[in-house]
């Protein structure tokens, strides 16, 4: 079956350990072969269709994968992590839009071509069950209840609008990290009251807050919070348990 048919992909994807989707693979490995997912061939074909490209000239996987991004002969590419995964961009609900099957067969036994110019003509079709009592229902980071092919026409959609999310590399964080303690340090050292100098910090944390949001939303890029939050609050405890011992031990030598 893998040597005739000619569009064999994956339709599987796995969740996070908190039960949220959150990523896709992009193909898997097997038997010395790349396989794609269904939804990563289908807009592989949509983009190359629309961009006047042989498929066979932008689809060798192995061969366009550099520090951790698939980049294609035109303007896309689909960055991925250390298992061949893509982090998705979620939209609202009612960004993609779900017709009802009872639908189109309804406009199709009426011959309602108007339906069908709006809501099939020229449009990608994914087909699959949406009700929940079909046990086809994943996490979302919109929603808990969210259907499989939802999940694949939202990973179809990014690939096509080059919209993928980019997980900035862990050294990023760690200097950002450094940075925001630095910047803790010296408050800590410059402001003598303590509320002052626990508000000061929390302004710190909410302003890189802030723009990680807008990073984020404005550039898909994700930068984390964890750690850069979790090191600034160590620093900030260290800082000030050394700011009193010091000040004891020249109090001590005062008097």
């Known amino acids: 079956i893998l040597n005739t048919s000619k569009n064999i ?41 629309h961009n006047d490209k042989n498929i066979n000239s932008v689809y060798t996987i192995e061969n366009n994968i550099k520090n951790g991004i698939i980049n294609f002969s035109y303007n896309l590419s689909v960055p991925i992590n250390d298992s061949g995964r893509a982090i998705m961009n979620w939209y609202k609900e009612d960004a993609i839009e779900k017709v009802s099957i009872s639908d189109v067969h309804n406009a199709i036994e009426n011959k309602n071509e108007e339906f069908l110019k709006e809501k099939i003509e020229n449009k990608v079709i994914y087909i699959g069950a949406t009700a929940s009592l079909l046990n086809d229902i994943k996490s979302s980071p919109i929603s808990p209840i969210t259907s499989g092919v939802n999940v ?81 609050l160590v620093y900030f405890i260290t800082a000030y348990i050394l700011k009193y011992i010091l000040k004891s031990k020249d109090y001590e030598q005062t008097y």
């Open 9 to 49: 992909t994956s339709v599987n994807f796995t969740r996070e350990s908190d039960g949220v989707t959150r990523y896709m693979p992009v193909f898997v490995y097997y038997k010395e072969n790349y396989y794609p997912t269904l939804s990563f061939l289908a807009g592989l074909k949509y983009t190359t269709n």
């Open 152 to 232: 694949h026409a939202t990973f179809f959609t990014n690939f096509i609008n080059n919209d993928f999310i980019l997980h900035v590399p862990v050294w990023v964080d760690v200097l950002i990290s450094l940075i925001l303690s630095v910047l803790t340090v010296l408050l800590v050292n410059k402001i003598k009251n303590i509320f002052g100098s626990l508000c000061s910090t929390v302004g710190i944390l909410a302003l890189y807050f802030i723009t990680s949001l807008i990073l984020m939303k404005s550039c898909n890029l994700w930068t984390g919070i964890i750690l850069p939050f979790s090191v600034v």
